[in-house]
Nanobody, 126 residues
Framework: QVQLVESGGGLVQTGGSLRLSCAAS????????MGWFRQAPGKEREFAAA????????YYADSVKGRFTISRDNAKNTVYLQMNSLKPEDTGVYYC???????????????????WGQGTQVTVSS
């Protein structure tokens, strides 16, 4: 089992940037596919980005493609989400999640990521 702790959220103006980090416990971090999800007030949790075990493959929701970059450092047991050109609609709680599914295609489904952090708040002011 893996424990996840997010950090790096905060308040930023439209057009600004933030870098989220998610630190994982344990010595098997590289065996997990990692994802970032977000939940806006009054809305369901939605997929933002995912990265393969090696970091060689990534996948993004259309809403963040070209603005967000997911990366990982397996030596540091950490996954990152660099967020640029932020918009008010990016506001929400951001969660990192870990999964061990074996399909080659990165999943956008929260059900395939059984391990979750507590979330970090991102607020983008207009």
């Amino acid at each position: 089992q893996v424990q996840l702790v997010e950090s790096g959220g905060g308040l930023v103006q439209t057009g600004g940037s933030l870098r989220l980090s998610c630190a994982a416990s344990g010595r098997t971090f590289s065996s997990y596919v990692m994802g970032w999800f977000r939940q806006a007030p009054g809305k369901e949790r939605e997929f933002a980005a995912a990265i393969s075990r090696s970091g060689g493959s990534t996948y993004y929701a259309d809403s963040v493609k070209g603005r967000f970059t997911i990366s990982r450092d397996n030596a540091k047991n950490t996954v990152y989400l660099q967020m640029n050109s932020l918009k008010p609609e990016d506001t929400g709680v951001y969660y990192c999640a870990a999964g061990r599914y074996t399909r080659n295609v990165l999943s956008t489904s929260a059900f395939e990521y059984p391990y979750w952090g507590q979330g970090t708040q991102v607020t983008v002011s207009s």
